[in-house]
């Protein structure tokens, strides 16, 4: 079992930066693959950014070359750093973590980039 929990959500001004931080507990953090998710008003959860056991990252497109997936394993924490931040980017996000798939999920921290 793991248990996820976000902080760092909040409001932005379009073109700011928020860093989203998701601390995990309950077992070995290092041996899981953790996700980035988001999830706009009236639409689907989609993938914005994974980092695997291994330290290999993947982005969605929309999001590459702004923001930066890390993790920390030696205090079980996986970060989500969002700079050039778009309007569009406004969202509930949510840390996840898995081996085979993505199994384990948080609460949720709102984002909203809003002049």
């Known amino acids: 079992q793991v248990q996820l929990v976000e902080s760092g959500g909040g409001l932005a001004q379009p073109g700011g930066s928020l860093r989203l931080s998701c601390a995990a507990s309950?077992?070995?953090?290092?041996?899981?693959?953790m996700g980035w998710f988001r999830q706009a008003h009236e639409k689907q959860r989609v993938m914005v950014a994974t980092?695997?056991?291994?330290?290999?990252?993947n982005y969605a497109g929309s999001v590459k070359g702004r923001f930066t997936i890390s993790r920390d394993n030696a205090k079980n924490t996986v970060y989500l750093q969002m700079s050039s931040l778009k309007p569009e980017d406004t969202a509930v996000y949510y840390c996840?973590?898995?081996?085979?798939?993505?199994?384990?999920w948080g609460q949720g921290t709102q984002v909203t980039v809003s002049s």
């Open positions: 996840s973590a898995g081996r085979n798939s993505y199994a384990y």
């Open positions: 309950g077992s070995i953090f290092s041996i899981y693959a």
């Open positions: 980092i695997s056991s291994d330290g290999s990252t």
